[in-house]
T-cell receptor, first 112, second 114 residues
Framework: GNSVTQMEGPVTLSEEAFLTINCTYTATGYPSLFWYVQYPGEGLQLLLKATKADDKGSNKGFEATYRKETTSFHLEKGSVQVSDSAVYFCALSTFGNEKLTFGTGTRLTIIP | NAGVTQTPKFQVLKTGQSMTLQCAQDMNHNSMYWYRQDPGMGLRLIYYSASEGTTDKGEVPNGYNVSRLNKREFSLRLESAAPSQTSVYFC?????????????FGQGTRLTVV
């Protein structure tokens, strides 16, 4: 089946620090990969996605590269802001099992 | 544009009570989903509906029923609530099922069963 493993949180960083949140996956079939973000009190919203190997998804200064050889999709940002404080979920879906499978989420707190 | 709307936002139930969580989307999406979110567990799929008139079980369907009332609405019913069903529930929708398809989420319902 499909599964997603994320680095455990919580993660606390100072403003302008470099961020990496690790995500690895196992999939039956060829996956598409997603990062969703959940701001306090809100539902999840799509942050970025990549649909084939070596694709890089990017949005709001965040990036993630689909690495098939290491089955990874790590989320990075060069300089985080207080407004980036949220819970981040890595997710995947595949042909034949097209419902999203989520990781456990990583809570990120940025301190000024 | 409201997107996905869930009601209620908060609910407290006693063990054994029943309730229905309502979800409606105004994006003309075909597929709709119910997830629950628990600490350390991420989001787990309870039920989904690929199109109007069809529903299927997800990862954790026990204790729940669903109805796809029409294309817009997808409700989740707890017939006899249990403390293990204390969770945050999210409804989501997507234009179609497919590996590239973005899902849109409601703001969630925080349910406590005492």
């Amino acid at each position: 089946g499909n599964s997603v493993t994320q680095m455990e949180g919580p993660v606390t960083l100072s403003e302008e620090a470099f961020l990496t949140i690790n995500c690895t996956y196992t999939a039956t079939g060829y996956p598409s990969l997603f990062w969703y973000v959940q701001y306090p009190g809100e539902g999840l919203q799509l942050l970025l996605k990549a649909t084939k190997a070596d694709d890089k998804g990017s949005n709001k200064g965040f990036e993630a590269t689909y690495r098939k050889e290491t089955t990874s999709f790590h989320l990075e940002k060069g300089s985080v802001q207080v407004s980036d404080s949220a819970v981040y979920f890595c997710a995947l879906s595949t042909f034949g099992n097209e419902k999203l499978t989520f990781g456990t989420g990583t809570r990120l707190t940025i301190i000024p | 544009n409201a997107g996905v709307t869930q009601t209620p936002k908060f609910q407290v139930l006693k063990t054994g009570q029943s309730m229905t969580l309502q979800c409606a989307q105004d994006m003309n999406h075909n597929s709709m989903y119910w997830y629950r979110q628990d600490p350390g567990m991420g989001l787990r799929l309870i039920y989904y509906s690929a199109s109007e008139g069809t529903t299927d079980k997800g990862e954790v369907p026990n204790g729940y029923n669903v109805s796809r009332l029409n294309k817009r609405e997808f409700s989740l019913r707890l017939e006899s609530a249990a403390p293990s069903q204390t969770s945050v529930y999210f409804c989501a929708s997507s234009l179609k099922q497919g590996p590239n398809t973005e899902a849109f989420f409601g703001q969630g319902t925080r349910l406590t069963v005492v």
